[in-house]
């Protein structure tokens, strides 16, 4: 694998279920970041990691839950989501905070 | 606050040139991106500005005035699969948050 991956690609959950969305960095990058992409809204920063330590926690709702075991890895925790919170939830990893390098994205519905 | 305006929508036809304006208004300014979105796919970086002035890329340019909030992503050469969204972002004074405008959704025809 290369780059940025993310998953799972589609995810469609109820508002009381718990899923976790997961991403992989296979460039040494040491920040990771959390965007959320809704229809006709500019892309949204959630939560920065640098060197595995939360530096950046946007007024995110506590229903997500961010969590960084490593800096290869980053995951996005889900529970009791709306149905507002369904976009495109995009992962991305920098150098230092250079250009950031984003993956394909997990595709969220919530019913 | 922040604030980033991009214009909604563009179309051009093969061949063509086209420039994307981008402004803003931010509490600090450390550097402004372009970034390249197809429908569907993940963005993908193009450009960097932190001092004024253009930065060729091929048929890409960018340039940036940072004393008028302004910036614009030159394409050269249009071709069928430029039609994409460009998205325009400040990296804001600490250096840790890009801060993105809603893109440009730009349309090539033949």
């Known amino acids: 694998e290369t780059g940025v991956t993310q998953t799972p690609r589609h995810l469609v959950m109820g508002m009381t279920n718990k899923k976790s969305l997961k991403c992989e960095q296979h460039?040494?990058?040491?920040?990771m970041y959390w965007y959320k992409q809704s229809a006709k809204k500019p892309l949204e920063l959630m939560f920065v990691?640098?060197?595995?330590?939360?530096?950046e926690n946007n007024s995110v709702p506590s229903r997500f839950s961010p969590e960084c075991p490593n800096s290869s890895h980053l995951f996005l925790h889900l529970h009791t989501l709306q149905p507002e919170d369904s976009a495109l939830y995009l992962c991305?990893?920098?150098?230092?905070?250079?250009?950031?390098?984003f993956g394909p994205g997990t595709r969220l519905t919530v019913l | 606050g922040q604030n980033i305006d991009q214009p909604t929508e563009m179309t051009a036809t093969e061949g063509a040139i086209v420039q994307i304006n981008c402004t803003y208004q931010t509490s600090g300014f450390n550097g402004l991106f372009w970034y390249q979105q197809h429908a569907g796919e993940a963005p993908t970086f193009l450009s960097y500005n932190v001092l004024d002035g253009l930065e060729e890329k091929g048929r890409f340019s960018s340039f940036l005035s940072r004393s008028k909030g302004y910036s614009y992503l030159l394409l050269k050469e249009l071709q069928m699969k430029d039609s994409a969204s460009y998205l325009c972002?400040?990296?804001?004074?600490?250096?840790?948050?890009?801060?993105f405008g809603k893109g440009t959704t730009l349309s090539v025809s033949s």
């Open positions: 990691y640098s060197l595995e330590e939360r530096v």
């Open positions: 991305a990893s920098s150098h230092g905070y250079n250009e950031q390098f």
């Open positions: 460039l040494g990058h040491n920040a």
């Open positions: 972002a400040v990296r804001d004074q600490a250096g840790t948050a890009l801060i």
